[in-house]
């Protein structure tokens, strides 16, 4: 019986006790409810999301998870506007970011209306990739996320297994 313990019972437990301080501490999992950031994720992947990023090390293009106060829910979206920026959003779908237009061959073509966003200090703009269907910033009434919102860095997809790597 104490050999049982020992060999099994003790590495168990502690496997156990890693998973849940790297869970509770490190990463969270996030399963994508909807596809506004197809193709980069489609709904139903499940990611890991690094805790331990800081946002001030984002960069524009990175694939972020934050707590949106106004829909009471965390999002999975792509970050355009830094703070202290000027994003506009054109009429046949392009985005300038302080005049320049942005290339972004993840997102799908979108037609809509002109929108310009001036991004406060301390604070983020987030897009959807799949523009047409997204409900993203231009469409919130509060367009801007708040440093101390975002929960960190979406890295990993770990399910489904056939598409399983970094996410880009």
């Given amino acids: 019986m104490k050999c049982f313990v020992k060999e099994w019972v003790l590495p168990v437990l502690i496997a156990f006790g890693i998973v849940f301080i790297l869970n509770k501490f490190i990463f969270i999992l996030v399963t994508v409810p909807t596809g506004s950031m197809e193709t980069a994720i489609l709904p139903g992947d499940r990611l890991y999301v690094n ?25 999975v979206k792509r ?8 994003v506009e959003v054109k009429i046949d779908g392009s ?8 290339d972004e061959p993840y997102a799908v073509e979108y037609k809509g209306k002109e929108k310009v966003f001036q991004v406060p200090e ?7 990739d799949n ?9 919130w009434q509060e367009p801007y996320i708040s440093k101390d ?8 997809r ?3 297994i056939s598409r399983i790597g970094k996410i880009k």
């Fill in 149 to 156: 919102k975002i929960i960190g860095k979406a890295g990993f």
């Fill in 79 to 86: 970050l355009i506007g830094l703070p202290g920026e000027t």
């Fill in 51 to 75: 805790k331990l990023f800081d946002a001030e090390n984002a960069r524009r293009g990175d694939i972020l998870v934050f707590n949106s106060d106004e829909l009471g829910e965390k999002l």
């Fill in 95 to 102: 985005v300038y970011v302080n005049g320049e237009k942005l």
């Fill in 158 to 160: 770990f399910f489904p």
């Fill in 131 to 139: 523009r047409p269907i997204s409900k993203d910033a231009r469409y």
């Fill in 122 to 128: 301390n604070s983020y703009l987030f897009l959807g």
